[in-house]
């Protein structure tokens, strides 16, 4: 009995010296349980959010899909005669998401707005899908040319070709995700973004996830459209190594650890949003300028702002991400202030000339619907004694919302001197839709149409037709992104009067670095 007792008090012993250390991994346990319930959430939650803009897009391209056949329907014209084809073209010319329009006749393509009318008709595949009259065809070969393929859509003699870059802008699903625009059954794919190989839909088109994964689904209640989407749920490991050593911390410490953990998450987003905000309100926003240069004789003629930012930690933050930042924060015309008075403040020397030397800044839609920008531009140039004329404000959101104000307000700034181009012309919203409606001074092509220049790629067509354009237009050209000598060839080939802006014809520098204006050679560089 003594023996049995000594043992028993020996145990008690034990276990009231081990409590503190049980306490501590309970703790930590249970905290790092909270934290990955947080991680998995998050995911869950950031693919949702992806998911309805997927799906909100995707519900745009079919509604312009279902507006061009219905156009072409209404059509009071002869099939494929002369003026049936000069509104196939107009409708083509007016929609974001068509790249073509044609005419069928017992199941074969007669004619298009780009082809004409086909010396020989065009049999069809049979359809990958029926929906309500609707006849789909996913990925086939285009007429004239079988190396394209494209999605088609048809009800009675009209047919409709999505445009390839209809959802060109929309990315992938984060860490190795994949997702599927399908109709509601799952039966038949529009579109289908990442990691895809995996994703196994059921007979209801639900998606199973697969292991370690979570998913989402969300359908259009006006058509025959569904997202389906999955992403990796995520580790706690994977998180930044101060945020793994933080909550650690915090739970040795006895600390709460949900709602620590969430003060982690929110504080690195937190400090960054608190940084920035100190520094546009400081005015602490370095700036770079990249040349422009004519490419037939390498003149340099005016340079692109570029805003840069280092937080005081002393890390360099992408453009990429603060300036969405800076919009978020209801900064963003905040932000374009500061570049337009630093710019001129310290390149107003060189935009005073008098010699077609300008400056080009870039605005979003929002910036120039502010009235209060719009009195700063005009107030600065003149602080500064620069011409309106020496300022090219590019415009980069493609939102056409408040269409009729954009407008108003681009012909006060049209008035005023100021010059606008159009940005990443050639993809997304920045189609012929906006030349005809935007009181225009000048286009700014597209990088990834620019490296198609001078090869033999399909997209090497797409940048003939613009450059023709821009020459019919009489509208001044940039190429962004010229990398390489045939690059740029190719582009003075077809505009001989366009100008250039890549690593190329020189690399953003500080002001003070700039080239006096000579002309370009490689060994400046």
Not at 155 to 179: H, K, L, Q, S
Not at 273 to 282: G, N, P, Q
Not at 371 to 391: D, E, H, M, N, P
Not at 430 to 457: C, E, V
Request: charged letters at 20%; one cysteine or more; aromatic letters at 6%.
């Amino acid at each position: 009995m003594r023996k049995s007792s000594a043992k028993r008090r020996s145990l008690r012993w034990a276990l009231l010296r081990s409590a503190p250390f049980l306490l501590g991994i309970a703790v930590v346990a249970s905290t790092l349980a909270a934290a990955q319930l947080a991680v998995t959430q998050r995911a869950k939650v950031e693919l949702a959010d992806y998911t309805v803009v997927l799906l909100e897009h995707a519900q745009d391209v079919a509604r312009a899909g279902v507006d061009g056949l219905n156009k072409a329907l209404l059509i009071d014209a002869a099939p494929c005669g002369d003026e049936d084809l000069a509104e196939l073209r107009l409708i083509a010319f007016h929609s974001r998401y068509i790249k073509d329009v044609g005419r069928l006749s017992n199941g074969q393509l007669i004619c298009t707005a780009i082809w004409g009318r086909l010396p020989t008709p065009v049999k069809l595949v049979a359809p990958n899908r029926l929906v309500r009259g609707y006849s789909l065809w996913r990925s086939v070969a285009a007429p004239g040319d079988g190396r394209i393929k494209v999605d088609l859509a048809s009800y009675g003699n009209a047919i409709v070709t999505t445009a390839p870059t209809a959802f060109e802008r929309m990315a992938v699903p984060m860490d190795g995700g994949g997702a599927l625009v399908v109709t509601r059954d799952g039966r038949h794919r529009f579109q289908s973004f990442g990691a895809v190989q995996e994703m196994s839909l059921g007979t209801n088109g639900a998606l199973t996830p697969s292991a370690g994964h979570v998913a989402t689904r969300a359908c259009s209640s006006e058509f025959d459209i569904c997202v389906v989407a999955q992403t990796a749920s995520g580790s706690l490991w994977n998180e930044p190594s101060w945020t793994v050593t933080s909550i650690l911390a915090l739970a040795l410490a006895g600390g709460a650890g949900s709602g620590a953990l969430l003060k982690v998450f929110q504080g690195r987003r937190e400090a960054l949003d608190l940084m920035l905000t100190r520094a546009i309100r400081h005015g602490d926003i370095d700036l770079v300028y990249q040349p422009l240069r004519r490419l037939s004789d390498r003149q340099m003629i005016g340079v692109e702002v570029l805003a840069r930012w280092r937080t005081l930690t002393g890390s360099d933050v992408s453009p990429d991400t603060f300036v969405p930042m800076a919009e978020h924060l209801k900064l963003g015309t905040e932000l374009a202030k500061v570049v337009v008075a630093k710019s001129l403040d310290e390149i107003g020397w060189r935009l005073r000339c008098g010699d077609g030397f300008y400056a080009s800044i870039n605005l979003s839609a929002q910036d120039i619907l502010s009235i209060g920008l719009r009195q700063f531009l005009l107030a600065q140039t003149k602080i500064y004694g620069v011409s309106a004329s020496a300022i090219v404000l590019e415009l980069t959101e493609r939102s056409t919302a408040s269409q009729q104000l954009l407008i108003e307000a681009l012909r006060e700034l049209e008035q005023a001197g100021f010059r606008v181009y159009l940005d990443d012309f050639g993809t997304g919203y920045s189609n012929f839709a906006y030349l005809a409606d935007l009181p225009l001074a000048g286009l700014k092509m597209d990088r990834r149409l620019t490296r198609a220049a001078g090869t033999h790629s399909p997209a090497s067509h797409a940048v003939e037709a613009i450059c023709a354009m821009a020459k019919a237009l009489k509208l001044p050209l940039v190429a962004e992104g010229v990398e390489t000598e045939q690059q740029a060839i190719a582009m003075c080939r077809l505009v001989p009067d366009a100008v250039g802006q890549g690593w190329l014809l020189g690399k953003p520098c500080k002001a003070g670095a700039l080239p006096a204006g000579e002309k370009f050679e490689g060994r400046h560089l």
